[in-house]
């Protein structure tokens, strides 16, 4: 089991970054794979980008290719995604996820209890 606490939401404007971090509790955190996955407000989970266990492979939705960056630090039990060129459909909160099997998508098994991004026009 693997307990998941992100951090660095807030206030930015359009055309700014935030780094989001989560940090995981437990010594079985490089054999998750991690992902970020967003819910705007009306909307559903949105899967936003992930990384595999190694950090060997990571994938992103089409909306934030080219401007978000997952990584992660598996020395340090964090993952992050590093936003930049914010836009203002970009406020959502932000949930880290974590998986044994699960990749892409919004099926993860633990969940964060989420960080808030609101992006200003």
């Known amino acids: 089991q693997v307990q998941l606490v992100e951090s660095g939401g807030g206030l930015v404007q359009a055309g700014g970054s935030l780094r989001l971090s989560c940090a995981a509790s437990?010594?079985?955190?490089?054999?998750?794979?991690m992902g970020w996955v967003r819910q705007a407000p009306a909307k559903e989970r949105e899967f936003v980008a992930s990384?595999?266990?190694?950090?060997?492979?990571?994938y992103y939705a089409d909306s934030v290719k080219g401007r978000f960056t997952i990584s992660r630090d598996n020395a340090k039990n964090t993952v992050y995604l590093q936003m930049n060129s914010l836009k203002p459909e970009d406020t959502a909160v932000y949930y880290c996820?974590?998986?044994?099997?699960?990749?892409?998508?919004?099926?993860?098994?633990?969940w964060g209890q989420g960080t808030r991004v609101t992006v200003s026009s």
């Open positions: 996820a974590a998986d044994r099997t699960t990749v892409i998508g919004a099926d993860y098994d633990y």
């Open positions: 437990g010594r079985t955190f490089s054999s998750y794979h």
């Open positions: 990384i595999t266990w190694s950090g060997g492979r990571t």
